[in-house]
């Protein structure tokens, strides 16, 4: 019964190069949520996916950041020319459908360090 | 804007002891509360969900009350156990169309059980 499955767990980058964050939502789920949490910060909405579609980004960066859900494999959030200001913990997230009040299932994260 | 607001920051208290956090939230249109459990280094995971009409739930040891006319919540732990060590993060969620992803997070409180 695997859960919602990031990697990788953890990251170093350079600033000037580019992270790529995996996210396999679980079984049955065609819904992915990215969320970003600062140094002693709440989460933050980023973007929300459904299968090859975006649905809503507005909480994404709209310089260096995006993201992909294809048809086949997993969800992908990727940061060009990383800055020290991008290092923080990325939560993939899914759900069954896209209905309120609905759980949504958390993966363990990917923490970013651009150093 | 909307907003939430965890008190305390951070408590300490012994095993075996209750204890109970609290949460103010302005978000509007309200549509549903959600309490996660976050250990350091993980993923959150889901304790409960209520929506408008509920005003208590529980999960074994945790017991969540909403009271939506003063837009106020608390999660009551019971006889903690040192597992329960973790950070309660207060989530809400704004009634958008009957999307699910609209959430805004707390900064949550840092519980930690000293045997």
């Known amino acids: 019964n695997a859960g919602v499955m990031q990697n990788p767990r953890h990251l170093v980058r350079r600033r000037g190069q580019e992270a790529r964050l995996r996210c396999s939502p679980m079984?049955?789920?065609?819904?992915v949520y990215w969320y970003r949490q600062l140094p002693e910060e709440g989460l933050k909405f980023m973007v929300y996916?459904?299968?090859?579609?975006?649905?809503?980004e507005s909480g994404m960066p709209k310089e260096r950041f995006s993201a992909e859900f294809p048809k086949e494999g997993p969800s992908i959030l990727r940061i060009q020319q990383v800055v020290r200001g991008d290092s923080a913990a990325y939560f993939c997230?899914?759900?069954?459908?896209?209905?309120?009040?609905?759980?949504?299932?958390f993966g363990e994260g990917s923490w970013l360090t651009v150093v | 804007k909307n907003q939430v607001e965890q008190s305390p920051q951070s408590l300490i208290i012994l095993e075996g002891k209750n204890c109970t956090l609290q949460?103010?939230?302005?978000?509007?249109?309200?549509?549903?509360l959600r309490w996660y459990k976050q250990d350091t280094g993980r993923g959150p995971v889901s304790l409960t969900i209520?929506?408008?009409?509920?005003n208590t739930k529980s999960n074994g040891r945790y017991t969540a009350t909403l009271d939506a006319d003063t837009k106020q919540s608390s999660l009551h732990i019971t006889a903690s156990q040192l597992s329960d060590s973790a950070s309660y993060i207060c989530?809400?969620?704004?009634?958008?169309?009957?999307?699910?992803?609209?959430?805004?997070f707390g900064k949550g409180t840092l519980l930690t059980v000293n045997p």
């Open positions: 209520m929506t408008f009409s509920e």
């Open positions: 997230a899914s759900s069954q459908t896209g209905t309120e009040g609905n759980t949504i299932y």
């Open positions: 989530v809400v969620s704004a009634d958008s169309g009957g999307s699910n992803y609209k959430l805004t």
């Open positions: 949460c103010n939230y302005t978000v509007s249109p309200f549509s549903n």
């Open positions: 996916l459904q299968k090859e579609n975006i649905i809503d």
């Open positions: 079984k049955g789920h065609s819904h």
